[in-house]
């Protein structure tokens, strides 16, 4: 039996049972951001086929988690049936409660583990990051004298310096995983003479969804200085689109999407280079220039040491980063802090 104690609390109003399951559901649907949850279906329908196509029931036991690891490793990157299993966990459990169970079993660990040194052994594919003289490739292609190419510009340039990714930039291609809460605002920029920064939403690696600010310093006298196409895009989009709250938007009014700036990035530097080209870029200017790994890894905000992929295959790079300093003389750098 448990006795009230004679604490002052605030008088709160009852809800009602409507009320309650309506504000869960609103809580349980923000859990998983639009363009995961998609994924994760995509995940659960490969199962669904495996499972028909091999007259097995749906029931995540172990046996079928590892009969679907080796098919699935014949066609994707094993690597990946590891997400792969995280979409279907998520979708079956409120269907088979045991499926978490059965997804840390012996028999499906040992098996992830096993077909990763079968067929992991691959090196893989990457895009390959942007330098500085790619930068000033793209600059002379897209000259400052368009409203769009002002900010393809300030966006690359940013995004180089600011270690961001380009999803961080842009919006999704499908309307239905785009979300305005992870859109710049444009009231969040502040520019000075010596830098620019602005308020970025919450991201994939922000555990406590606050967000963060990235500051951009400029670069005096150097062609590649982010302030300068900056300054040209923020008087020709407050000019034309005054009340619009979205920092980046297209002549159209439209925000700029992902499809978009690869396809301008592509058009200069070829299909080797894409969206990631911009943050791997960035990291790898960095260590160039005898940044530490731990700067590095604050500065472009990663919650681990993935970015260390990077220099996975860059003697010059690991060489400069055990050394701390730089091996080539390069311009000055400008790292974005958060």
């Given at each position: 039996?448990?006795?009230l104690l004679s604490t002052r609390q605030p008088r709160r109003p009852a809800w009602s049972m409507a009320r309650l399951h309506h504000e869960r559901a609103l809580a349980l649907g923000s859990s998983i951001e639009s363009s995961t949850a998609a994924t994760y279906n995509s995940h659960l329908q490969s199962y669904l086929s495996f499972c028909?196509?091999?007259r097995f029931p749906i029931t995540p036991t172990p046996d079928t988690?590892?009969?679907y690891i080796v098919y699935m490793a014949s066609f994707i990157k094993p690597a990946s049936v590891s997400a792969y299993l995280s979409g279907i966990c998520n979708n079956l459990e409120p269907h088979f409660p045991e499926v978490r169970a059965s997804r840390r079993s012996p028999l499906v660990s040992?098996?992830?583990?096993?077909?990763?040194k079968l067929r992991g052994n691959l090196a893989p594919s990457r895009k390959h990051p942007l330098s500085r003289d790619d930068l000033s490739q793209l600059i002379a292609a897209f000259p400052l004298d368009e409203f769009d190419n002002c900010l393809f510009v300030s966006m690359l340039l940013t995004g180089f310096f600011g270690l961001m990714r380009l999803g961080e930039l842009t919006v999704p291609d499908v309307p239905s995983r785009r979300s305005f809460k992870k859109q710049i605002r444009r009231l969040s920029l502040k520019i000075s003479p010596s830098r620019f920064s602005f308020?970025?939403?919450?991201?994939?690696a922000d555990r406590f969804y606050e967000g963060n600010t990235i500051i951009i310093d400029a670069i005096p006298s150097s062609a590649l200085n982010p302030l300068t196409p900056m300054l040209?895009?923020?008087r020709l989009r407050d000019c034309k689109f005054p009340l619009r709250p979205s920092l980046w938007l297209l002549a159209n009014g439209q925000p700029p999407t992902y499809s978009w700036f690869v396809h301008r990035l592509q058009s200069v530097l070829g299909s080797n280079f894409a969206g990631h080209s911009l943050r791997s870029g960035g990291a790898t200017d960095l260590a160039l220039s005898g940044v530490s790994d731990d700067a590095i890894q604050a500065m472009g905000r990663w919650s681990s040491d993935t970015w260390r992929i990077y220099i996975r295959e860059h003697p010059v790079l690991l060489?400069?980063?055990i050394h701390g300093h730089s091996p080539?003389?390069?311009g000055p750098t400008n790292p974005a802090s958060s």
């Amino acid at each position: 039996m448990f006795t009230l104690l004679s604490t002052r609390q605030p008088r709160r109003p009852a809800w009602s049972m409507a009320r309650l399951h309506h504000e869960r559901a609103l809580a349980l649907g923000s859990s998983i951001e639009s363009s995961t949850a998609a994924t994760y279906n995509s995940h659960l329908q490969s199962y669904l086929s495996f499972c028909k196509a091999h007259r097995f029931p749906i029931t995540p036991t172990p046996d079928t988690l590892s009969f679907y690891i080796v098919y699935m490793a014949s066609f994707i990157k094993p690597a990946s049936v590891s997400a792969y299993l995280s979409g279907i966990c998520n979708n079956l459990e409120p269907h088979f409660p045991e499926v978490r169970a059965s997804r840390r079993s012996p028999l499906v660990s040992r098996t992830l583990a096993g077909i990763k040194k079968l067929r992991g052994n691959l090196a893989p594919s990457r895009k390959h990051p942007l330098s500085r003289d790619d930068l000033s490739q793209l600059i002379a292609a897209f000259p400052l004298d368009e409203f769009d190419n002002c900010l393809f510009v300030s966006m690359l340039l940013t995004g180089f310096f600011g270690l961001m990714r380009l999803g961080e930039l842009t919006v999704p291609d499908v309307p239905s995983r785009r979300s305005f809460k992870k859109q710049i605002r444009r009231l969040s920029l502040k520019i000075s003479p010596s830098r620019f920064s602005f308020h970025l939403p919450y991201h994939k690696a922000d555990r406590f969804y606050e967000g963060n600010t990235i500051i951009i310093d400029a670069i005096p006298s150097s062609a590649l200085n982010p302030l300068t196409p900056m300054l040209a895009y923020i008087r020709l989009r407050d000019c034309k689109f005054p009340l619009r709250p979205s920092l980046w938007l297209l002549a159209n009014g439209q925000p700029p999407t992902y499809s978009w700036f690869v396809h301008r990035l592509q058009s200069v530097l070829g299909s080797n280079f894409a969206g990631h080209s911009l943050r791997s870029g960035g990291a790898t200017d960095l260590a160039l220039s005898g940044v530490s790994d731990d700067a590095i890894q604050a500065m472009g905000r990663w919650s681990s040491d993935t970015w260390r992929i990077y220099i996975r295959e860059h003697p010059v790079l690991l060489h400069a980063l055990i050394h701390g300093h730089s091996p080539f003389v390069t311009g000055p750098t400008n790292p974005a802090s958060s």
